[in-house]
């Protein structure tokens, strides 16, 4: 009796044990591995690749246009399936979904040694794009569930999220190193280590989903099908707004099938008894702020990178490498402010943190549209503050989006935080883009610019930064007044639902 009694207890405790969340970042080491390492993928593949792309156009004789369809179709095929595969990874398993996405991953990436022309290199690249779609929503949803802390949870997303920019920093510098001794598909096949270290961190370090943290409604087909199209649609029109120009109807007849449809999209979310994504779900306090404040940041990066590259380069006449030293403020600001976040969010709250970091993003556009043009000094104070704001925000707004969430609706809530950046990121280039070919006249990768010619470009920017940061601000302005709603709730009601509800 008593060994019968003592092995299930000790069964009990084993039990116990594995299912306690752990009480440190350490404890979670070999998880946190796996997550940060699908998280450097995201942010490194596209900038690493981006230093090969004149190599590959040689040596597979592709044009411009396809050359910008090897970056552009990972980009459209990860924005665009997010919320469908995040909608099936909150049904069927985020682990389960992660690691068949890793597998593809690799698989992907490995076929890149076998690729003899540029239309098997997109296909690649689209396959890498639902590989990224199945697994970098999933990581931030995974980092939720581990810990049961708030601050343990933010504490995490910080560290995954400096790993990638890590990434994102050194691609390029990494990425022109190898072409020097090797051939470019090394910059491609870098990510099969990649997946297998995430694969086995996942593997090893997160437990598999319970029942109670997934739900079994029938998968929306027809959402799923309008939603789709209604991202791919809106990444698309930014890069034909810009190649085209905003006097084509084409960029403007793919925007407005965008906005169709999005419609369809709510319609059928309102219509349909298990909708991909509840909309109700979307309009709770802290996931509509959370999506604002993230949409601001993604809006104002994009369009600030485009211009200040543009001004340093055309304007200025720096060289490449003078305007890659000239963002360095920016670089240095989005790895080393990882150190602010955890003060700050001690000290504020993580409501209050994720509108200052947001508001000072505002600030920053502000900040280069008014003064962007007397000189660099006001540039850099611009890329400081945005980078800031934007490293912040990063981090805090996506952790309110995944508290204001039930929890097997996570996955998809981390899905719509990278669709919101995604799309808002696209809008940034698009805006400023549109901007700059009204107002320019002429060529304006030309070597030399008339009198006229460099007062438009000036009035042209001044003008780009004046509407990204009324944008921005419309954005920041709408989170705070739904974030008020969570303060306000809180106060009438200690016991209230922490998305004020």
């Known amino acids: 009796m008593n060994v019968r009694r003592t092995g299930t207890v000790d069964k009990a405790d084993a039990l116990t044990e594995a299912s306690r969340s752990p009480r440190s970042l350490r404890e979670a ?11 450097l993928f995201e942010m490194l593949d596209n900038s690493i690749l981006n230093v090969a792309l004149p190599t590959i156009g040689r040596q597979l004789s592709a044009s411009t246009t396809v050359l910008q369809w090897v970056t552009g179709v990972y980009a459209v095929v990860f924005g665009g399936l997010m919320l469908a595969l995040g909608a099936l990874a909150d049904r069927v398993g985020r ?25 098997q290199l997109i296909a690649v690249r689209a396959a890498m794009g639902v590989a990224a779609a199945m697994t970098t929503p999933g990581s931030l949803a995974l980092a939720f569930r581990l810990f049961d802390e708030d601050e343990l949870r933010v504490r995490a997303t910080t560290l995954i999220s400096t790993v990638g ?10 990425g022109g190193f190898v072409l020097a001794f090797a051939p470019w598909q090394v910059l491609v096949l870098v990510n099969v280590p990649t997946a297998a270290l995430a694969f086995i961190g996942i593997r090893r370090g997160i437990p598999a989903d319970r029942e109670d943290e997934l739900h079994r409604d029938p998968i929306d087909g027809a959402g799923a099908l309008f939603g789709t199209a209604a991202i791919v649609l809106a990444l698309v029109a930014p890069t034909l707004f810009v190649d085209a120009g905003a006097a084509s109807p084409l960029p403007w007849l793919t925007t407005a099938a965008a906005i169709v449809m999005a419609a369809m999209f709510v319609v059928r979310g309102r219509s ?13 306090p802290l996931v509509s702020s959370g999506l604002a404040f993230k949409g601001a940041s993604g809006l104002a990066v994009a369009g600030l990178g485009y211009l200040v590259t543009l001004q ?17 403020p920016q670089v240095v600001v989005l790895i080393a402010g990882g150190a602010l976040i955890g003060p700050l969010v001690t000290r504020v709250g993580l409501d209050k943190a994720a509108w200052l970091s947001a508001g000072a993003v505002v600030c920053g556009l502000a900040v280069y549209g008014l003064l962007g043009r007397f000189g660099y ?9 945005v980078a800031a704001g934007m490293r912040v925000v990063g981090v805090v707004a996506g952790t309110n989006v995944m508290r204001g969430l039930p929890t097997n609706r996570t996955t ?9 950046s995604e799309v808002a990121t696209g809008i940034g280039v698009a805006v400023s883009g549109t901007i700059l070919a009204a107002l320019f006249t002429g060529d304006i990768a030309t070597s030399s610019w008339s009198t006229d010619q460099t007062t438009e470009f000036r009035e042209a920017v001044t003008l780009a930064g004046i509407v990204l940061t009324v944008l921005a601000a419309a954005l920041v302005g709408w989170g705070i007044v739904r974030a008020r709603r969570v303060a306000d709730s809180t106060t009438q009601s200690p016991a209230a639902d922490p998305d004020g509800e």
């Open 165 to 174: 920019l890590v990434g994102l920093a050194i691609g390029p510098t990494v």
């Open 412 to 420: 998809i809530g981390a899905a719509l935080v990278d669709t919101a």
């Open 312 to 328: 340093l380069q055309l304007d200025w006449g720096w060289t490449p490498a003078q305007a890659a030293l000239g963002m360095l």
């Open 95 to 119: 682990r389960k979904i992660m690691l068949v996405g890793l597998v593809l991953l690799g698989a992907a990436s490995l076929a890149t040694a076998f690729v003899t022309t540029a239309e």
């Open 377 to 385: 000094v006001w540039v850099a104070f611009a890329l400081v503050l």
């Open 272 to 284: 349909a008894r298990y909708p991909l994504l509840d909309l109700e779900l979307v309009a709770r």
């Open 29 to 39: 080491g070999i998880a946190l591995a796996g997550l940060s390492a699908v998280f």
